[in-house]
Every structure is written in structure tokens, then in C-alpha cells.
């Protein structure tokens, strides 16, 4: 496995994260709907995506430097190989190497 597989399962893990847990913030808001106001159910149910949310600003690191990656092109999801960064911002190791 190389520090881009590696950072990409990191990232589709965190937005697959944040999509569950915005999904079931919806269900419970569904649910609650006829009824009317808010159940505290609706609020235990927004912290999944709260900490999906703070995986993804958090948890993506480069694995040798521990450098922030999150905020860097690093974690944007890139399907063409133009936009795709070839090595870390912090301590230069190509992403294509072996971890």
C-alpha cells in the first residue's frame, strides 16, 4: 500500500462518515417531523456527523511527518491524474511510495 491509498481510504472513509451521519440527522428529522419541535433524539443523532465532520479536518495526516493534510490538496478527492499532488507539503516524501 502506498501514502496515497492510504490518505484516499482516510478520506473516503471520513466523507463516507459524514454522509451516514448527515443521512440519519435527516431520518431522525423525518421521523420527528409529524409530531413537530425538536426531540433531543435529533441532537444525539447530529453527533456521528459532528465527529465525521472533525475526522476530516483532524485525521488526515501524512503518515511519516504527521503534517495536517486536511486542508491541503492532498485530501481533495481527485479522479484525473492532472490535480493529483505527488507529495507531502510538510516533508516532501512521494505519496507514491511504500508506507
Same mark, same amino acid.
Given at each position: 500500500?502506498?501514502i /496515497?491509498? *492510504?490518505? /484516499?481510504?482516510r478520506?473516503?472513509l471520513g466523507?463516507g462518515?459524514? %454522509?451516514a451521519?448527515?443521512?440519519l440527522?435527516v $431520518?431522525? *428529522?423525518?421521523?420527528n417531523? @409529524?409530531g413537530?419541535?425538536?426531540s433531543?433524539l =435529533? %441532537?444525539? $443523532?447530529?453527533? @456521528?456527523? =459532528?465527529a465525521?465532520?472533525? %475526522?476530516? +479536518? =483532524?485525521g488526515i495526516?501524512?503518515?511519516?511527518c504527521? !503534517? +495536517? =493534510? $486536511?486542508m491541503?490538496?492532498?485530501a481533495? @478527492?481527485? %479522479?484525473?491524474k492532472? *490535480? /493529483?499532488? +505527488?507529495f507531502? @507539503?510538510?516533508c !516532501?516524501i512521494?505519496?507514491d511510495?511504500k508506507l
Amino acid at each position: 500500500m502506498t501514502i /496515497r491509498d *492510504h490518505i /484516499r481510504r482516510r478520506v473516503m472513509l471520513g466523507y463516507g462518515l459524514a %454522509f451516514a451521519g448527515f443521512a440519519l440527522v435527516v $431520518a431522525v *428529522h423525518i421521523i420527528n417531523a @409529524p409530531g413537530g419541535g425538536d426531540s433531543p433524539l =435529533l %441532537f444525539v $443523532a447530529f453527533i @456521528p456527523f =459532528l465527529a465525521a465532520i472533525v %475526522f476530516v +479536518n =483532524l485525521g488526515i495526516r501524512c503518515p511519516r511527518c504527521k !503534517g +495536517n =493534510l $486536511a486542508m491541503t490538496p492532498a485530501a481533495y @478527492p481527485s %479522479f484525473s491524474k492532472k *490535480h /493529483r499532488f +505527488n507529495f507531502c @507539503p510538510y516533508c !516532501g516524501i512521494s505519496v507514491d511510495e511504500k508506507l
